[in-house]
């Protein structure tokens, strides 16, 4: 299947949240923001013998469980922005890795897998141990890659 351009604007946890995704020859760019920014670029990138198979977890009463566990070679570039803490770094390649995941797994490439560029602006909120998020962080990753997922189909 061959992705085609696509964006949403949705409320997620009372924050407005927008997502686009554009296909471009050789790379795929995927935009989240709440604060209309592109903020921090991350290229996201796999080598293409690594396998990619979907694999997730069986609880249908966890919304996280549909998700597919990014692949241990997946390769995160910073090209553009910096976060101001090390817990948004970790966030944002959270975001990131997920996101790619998502799209490689509905783009059937075969061997010629694009790189994926994410575009992640998210509003701050309150203060979360570096190691852990804190709920309203993973309500707001659960809501957008819900929302990705159904963009993607």
Do not use: C
């Not at 069986?58 to 090209?79: K, N």
């Not at 090390?86 to 897998?113: C, F, I, K, M, P």
Request: glycine share 6%; hydrophobic share 40%.
């Amino acid at each position: 299947m061959m992705l085609n351009f696509s964006q949403t604007s949705v409320d997620i946890d009372g924050v407005q949240t927008d997502i686009l995704v554009q296909p471009f020859a050789d790379r795929i760019f995927v935009l989240i923001t709440q604060v209309g920014k592109v903020g921090n670029l991350i290229q996201v990138s796999m080598p293409s013998t690594a396998p990619l198979v979907a694999s997730g977890a069986s609880d249908p009463f966890d919304p996280m469980d549909s998700l597919p566990t990014p692949p241990a070679t997946i390769q995160l570039q910073s090209l553009l922005g910096s976060t101001s803490s090390e817990h948004l770094q970790t966030l944002h390649s959270l975001y990131a890795a997920q996101t790619a995941t998502l799209v490689w797994l509905t783009e059937d490439v075969g061997s010629d897998r694009r790189s994926i560029i994410v575009g992640i602006a998210l509003r701050k909120f309150s203060a979360a141990t570096v190691d852990e998020l804190n709920e309203q962080e993973r309500r707001m990753f659960r809501g957008t890659m819900r929302t990705l997922m159904s963009m993607l189909k």
